[in-house]
């Protein structure tokens, strides 16, 4: 009964001694997440696994676990390295202490997760061109206003024309002070 879980599981399981070193038995999805043959993963360690194997807290997990989970980085027979996530839980068969280890490949999720920033990114940078496009185009309406009223001959008046052509000044300098403060 237990056997058919195991081997029609979709999630990679093997099954490690208590030093969790050995290899003892994987069933076919950790076969295919691996890319090993049965015969050629009952010769590995789980440190032939392990994309780092020298890594500092490789050594804790799975030795001591009791439903304990981590996300470390494994490689698959072809050397290609993928991230996964573990599971690991100690149990007893004909009294010998063994270790079954859960495997996820979070190559997908991680895909995911990174899709869901990159339109976030979008979005926030959509909103920041629109939000720059309104501040600059309200100095420059203003300005190509101003310019109109001199050019048309409308302000006669020197008093005007002074005005007017302040105003131009103080709004070509706030599209100065925001191009500035953009970069």
Same mark, same amino acid.
């Given at each position: 009964?237990? %056997?058919?879980? *195991?081997?029609? +599981?979709?999630?990679? =399981?093997?099954?490690?001694? +208590? ?11 950790? #076969? ?14 789980? &440190?032939?696994?392990?994309?780092? $194997? ?7 997990? $799975?030795?001591? +676990? ?5 996300? %470390?980085?494994? &490689? ?5 390295? *993928? $991230?996964?996530? *573990?599971?690991?839980?100690? *149990?007893? @068969?004909?009294?010998?202490? @063994? ?13 995911? !997760?990174?899709?869901?920033? #990159?339109?976030? %990114?979008?979005?926030?940078?959509? &909103? ?10 309200? $100095?420059?309406?203003? =300005?190509? !206003?101003?310019?109109?009223?001199? /050019? ?6 020197? &008093?005007?024309? +002074?005005?007017?052509?302040? /105003? ?9 002070? @925001? ?5």
């Amino acid at each position: 009964k237990y %056997r058919h879980l *195991f081997t029609h +599981a979709s999630d990679a =399981i093997i099954v490690v001694d +208590a030093d969790g070193e050995t290899v003892l038995d994987a069933n076919k999805a950790a #076969l295919e997440l691996y890319g090993y043959t049965d015969a050629d993963f009952l010769k590995l360690t789980s &440190k032939d696994l392990d994309a780092k $194997p020298d890594c500092a807290n490789c050594d804790q997990a $799975p030795k001591d +676990a009791c439903m304990d989970t981590s996300t %470390r980085f494994q &490689k698959k027979a072809d050397g290609s390295v *993928f $991230p996964a996530e *573990f599971t690991c839980v100690g *149990f007893l @068969l004909n009294g010998k202490k @063994l270790i079954m280890v859960l495997t996820r490949d979070l190559t997908e999720r991680r895909k995911a !997760a990174e899709a869901e920033l #990159l339109k976030e %990114r979008e979005a926030m940078q959509r &909103k920041l061109v629109s939000t720059v496009s309104h501040e600059l185009c309200t $100095p420059i309406a203003v =300005i190509k !206003a101003s310019a109109e009223t001199l /050019i048309q001959g409308t302000s006669e008046n020197t &008093k005007t024309r +002074a005005r007017v052509l302040k /105003i131009i000044d103080k709004q070509a300098n706030r599209l100065t002070g @925001l191009v500035k403060h953009l970069l």
